[in-house]
């Protein structure tokens, strides 16, 4: 009977992981790296999640925020698709990564942290499905699995390739909770000029929370209707052909690549004299690189505040360059930024 407990418990929190990974890609993505915290983080999936309290996942919600920042995590790709990490799964890689770079040279630390290893790592033939298409029409999502395609006959995307949807497929349809966010987000950001990101997630959520089931009725109406629309214009839609799925995805390929170019987290950089010291005499450096490298010096130096492992304790060497004894780990970004001089 026991067993039978500790098994659903398990479930449970798996469910949970599941939801929280997928709503973070979301987040992540419109997130402002200069003012991202675990604590918004938290706050924001509380709020789209409506669970009333994370305290509990704050320690893998900063291990998957973690992933998501470094480029050069092997669970990088993993978790960009959605995908939960978990603290097994992690050391797994690193300790199969660790036995291919011992085979090759001698390490002098038998338990070294393993930053550098590839992000080639192979991803679960699994993956789960977008969190916008599991908040459409339910606002309490349920873990979805689909099998990754590898060739569905209709320009379905492989591992690792550009993943799109037919533009002519019908929205689909919102729940009453999306309506709401829908009706009362412009409303929220007019009445507090200025509010971070993650503060307009949680006043939508506290709002919700104690609107009262009268006060629902209007968005339960509201997502009725657009049900209705959905259902009415699934019955005239027509999917695209296999060749435009396919040519629709190679145009897609061709302008991701042209962002990820031009993109301004791995926009070059000139160092400052003290970011090039700090660095070992590097030159220039972006954003996405110069994150990944400070997380890797935070880690291999013990830097982590026991006390507290949101923030980070200086040495002498990153008090040279950051100024602070002590500061919020997703926060260093604001302390770095006056060392990366824009190039011409």
Known sequence: MGNNNDNEKKEEQGTIENQIA?????????????TLTVSTIVTELE????????????????????????????????VKEGKPVREEEDENVKKNKNKESNDDEEEDDDDDDD??????EEEEEEEFVSAKRTTRGDTNPTKKRSRASKDDGRGGAKKNDVKIKDPNKPKGAQGPY???VQHNRDKIMKEFPGIKFGEVGKKLGQRWQNLSEKGK????EMAE?????YNQE???YVPMSEA??????????????????NSGFKKPYQCSEQLKTFLGGSEQISRAQLTSEMWKYFKENNLMDPENKQFVLSDDKLFALIGEKRFKAFGFAKHVSKHLIPME
């Open 225 to 229: 209707k657009d049900k209705d629309r």
């Open 244 to 261: 435009q799925m396919k040519k629709l995805r190679e145009e897609k390929e061709d302008e991701k690549a042209k962002k990820s170019e």
């Open 115 to 120: 930053d550098e290893v590839s992000s080639d």
């Open 178 to 180: 999306m309506c709401f």
């Open 234 to 236: 699934m019955k005239t």
């Open 217 to 220: 009725v209007i968005y339960n």
């Open 22 to 34: 997928k709503v973070l890609v979301i987040i992540m993505r419109d997130a402002d790296l200069q």
């Open 47 to 78: 709020a789209r999640l409506k669970k009333q309290s994370l305290k509990e996942k704050k320690k893998f919600i900063r291990s998957m925020i973690a992933v998501h920042l470094d480029e050069q995590h092997p669970m990088h790709a993993h």
